[in-house]
């Protein structure tokens, strides 16, 4: 049974440019929370994806915007992108009232 | 604002001892909390959680302790294992139980080393 799976691994951009990060929940989930995590910080919640919708939103600018397809896979989109995104993105998925699995990640560099 | 609270950044003990890894929080509204683990290129990988409405939550070498007036929590592992060396992330939720579906509040983490 496959976990969390999130694609790419690591990834390169230049400030201003748009990234688009994917995340498939594990098999049997259909909720999926995003997380931006800095260097020395714990992971800080984005948003949540249920049934297709943005349930939750916490304290991200609107450059970050995210969808969720009717597999229950999901994308995070980040837009005009600052040096101050660098960070490791976390995709977590779980069933209603479960426990928040995670993904490995994506490790976005920003030059 | 910080609303979950990881004082110690680090912690080294000895293997076959207790491990207290510690967290407080701020926001009375919690009432789900949650212990990771996080090893480097890896994804933080769940332990044990406990409701608000315990004080206790064992599972196997795992015990979490919640003293809700003084808003606290630890994790104890006994006995302590080479391979337990990791990040240990504190999180949060509101919600109830079934909050642990909803937005998590982490704090920054304690690096645990046991020593062989």
């Known amino acids: 049974d496959a976990g969390v799976t999130q694609s790419p691994t690591h990834l390169i951009k230049t400030r201003g440019q748009q990234v688009t990060l994917r995340c498939s929940p594990k098999s049997g989930h259909d909720t999926v929370s995003w997380y931006q995590q800095a260097l020395g910080q714990g992971p800080q919640f984005i948003f949540q994806y249920y049934e297709e919708e943005e349930r939750q939103r916490g304290n991200f600018p609107d450059r970050f915007s995210g969808h969720q397809f009717p597999n229950y896979s999901s994308e995070l989109n980040v837009n005009a992108l600052l040096l101050g995104d660098s960070a490791l993105y976390l995709c977590?998925?779980?069933?209603?009232?479960?426990?928040?699995?995670f993904g490995a990640g994506t490790r976005l560099s920003v030059l | 604002d910080q609303q979950v609270k990881q004082n110690s950044p680090s912690l080294s003990v000895q293997e076959g001892r207790i491990s207290i890894l510690n967290c407080d929080y701020t926001n009375s509204m919690f009432d789900y909390f949650l212990w990771y683990k996080k090893y480097p290129a890896e994804g933080p990988t769940f332990l044990i959680s406990?409701?608000?409405?315990?004080d206790k939550n064992e599972d196997g070498r795992f015990t979490v302790f919640l003293n809700k007036s003084a808003k606290h929590l630890s994790l104890h592992i006994v006995p302590s294992q080479p391979g337990d060396s990791a990040v240990y992330f504190c999180a949060a939720s509101e919600g109830g139980s079934g909050g642990s579906n909803y937005k998590l509040t982490f704090g920054k983490g304690t690096l645990l080393t046991v020593n062989p």
């Open positions: 406990i409701s608000s409405i315990k």
């Open positions: 977590a998925s779980s069933q209603t009232q479960n426990i928040q699995y």
